[in-house]
């Protein structure tokens, strides 16, 4: 092998190494931050501002939902290693206000990888009574009941939902008596015949039963 054709595939695997990191990172980004659960629709917004004030009300310990509250969190984390190469993810998201009738969510992110890390933050409104984790743009595909067993978490009983689209899919395990996602795994769209997953475990949460 001549120095030339060495150096061409150096450049072609440092391409190809970029383009699958490029991939997974829009992958989390459209299914854990852009669209964690439902956002408010613009006609939702007078709802919210007008029940700002009876916050108290939902605050209610006595209430079966006492846990959607104000402060609330969970912490996510996960890797992969792709061709030789180690990406570690990290998420945590915490309830920041509440209403009568949804949760504004605020999601922050960080993807490390060996081309640097990316970070984001996004916040958005949810509904308490009907949280959907549907990402955007990825419809459902599949849904199903199964037991998981995560560390410090134990075996939980999920219902899972798989949405998927163009080769880029997502699957929540929904905890059934919590109803919040205690695992998400993440599939990379084919690069040049092979696709990649992540999976991504809650580490640490302040939600009572989890």
């Known amino acids: 092998m001549t120095e030339l054709e060495s150096n061409q595939q150096i450049a072609k695997k440092s391409v190809l190494n970029k383009k699958i990191i490029a991939l997974l990172i829009t992958v989390i980004a459209i299914t854990v931050v852009v669209s964690t659960a439902a956002v408010l629709t613009a006609d939702n917004q007078s709802t919210i501002n007008q029940t700002n004030d009876q916050n108290e009300l939902t605050n209610d310990q006595n209430s079966p939902q006492s846990w959607k509250k104000k402060g609330t969190y969970a912490t996510y984390a996960g890797q992969a290693e792709i061709l030789s190469m180690s990406i570690t993810f990290t998420a945590r998201m915490e309830i920041v206000d509440v209403n009568q009738t949804h949760m504004q969510l605020s999601t922050d992110y960080k993807m490390?990888?060996?081309?640097?890390?990316?970070?984001?933050?996004?916040t958005t409104w949810v509904s308490r009574e009907d949280m959907n984790f549907q990402p955007e743009n990825l419809p459902l595909s599949n849904t199903f009941t199964t037991q998981i067993t995560i560390p410090n978490l134990g075996t939980r009983t999920c219902t899972v939902y798989e949405y998927s689209s163009e080769g880029i899919s997502a699957a929540y395990y929904v905890d059934n008596s919590i109803q919040w996602p205690v695992k998400m795994v993440m599939t990379s769209p084919s690069v040049e015949g092979q696709s990649?997953?992540?999976?991504?475990?809650?580490?640490?949460t302040n939600i009572p039963g989890l």
């Open 112 to 122: 490390s990888t060996p081309f640097g890390a990316t970070e984001n933050t996004t």
């Open 196 to 204: 990649y997953n992540m999976d991504i475990n809650l580490v640490d």
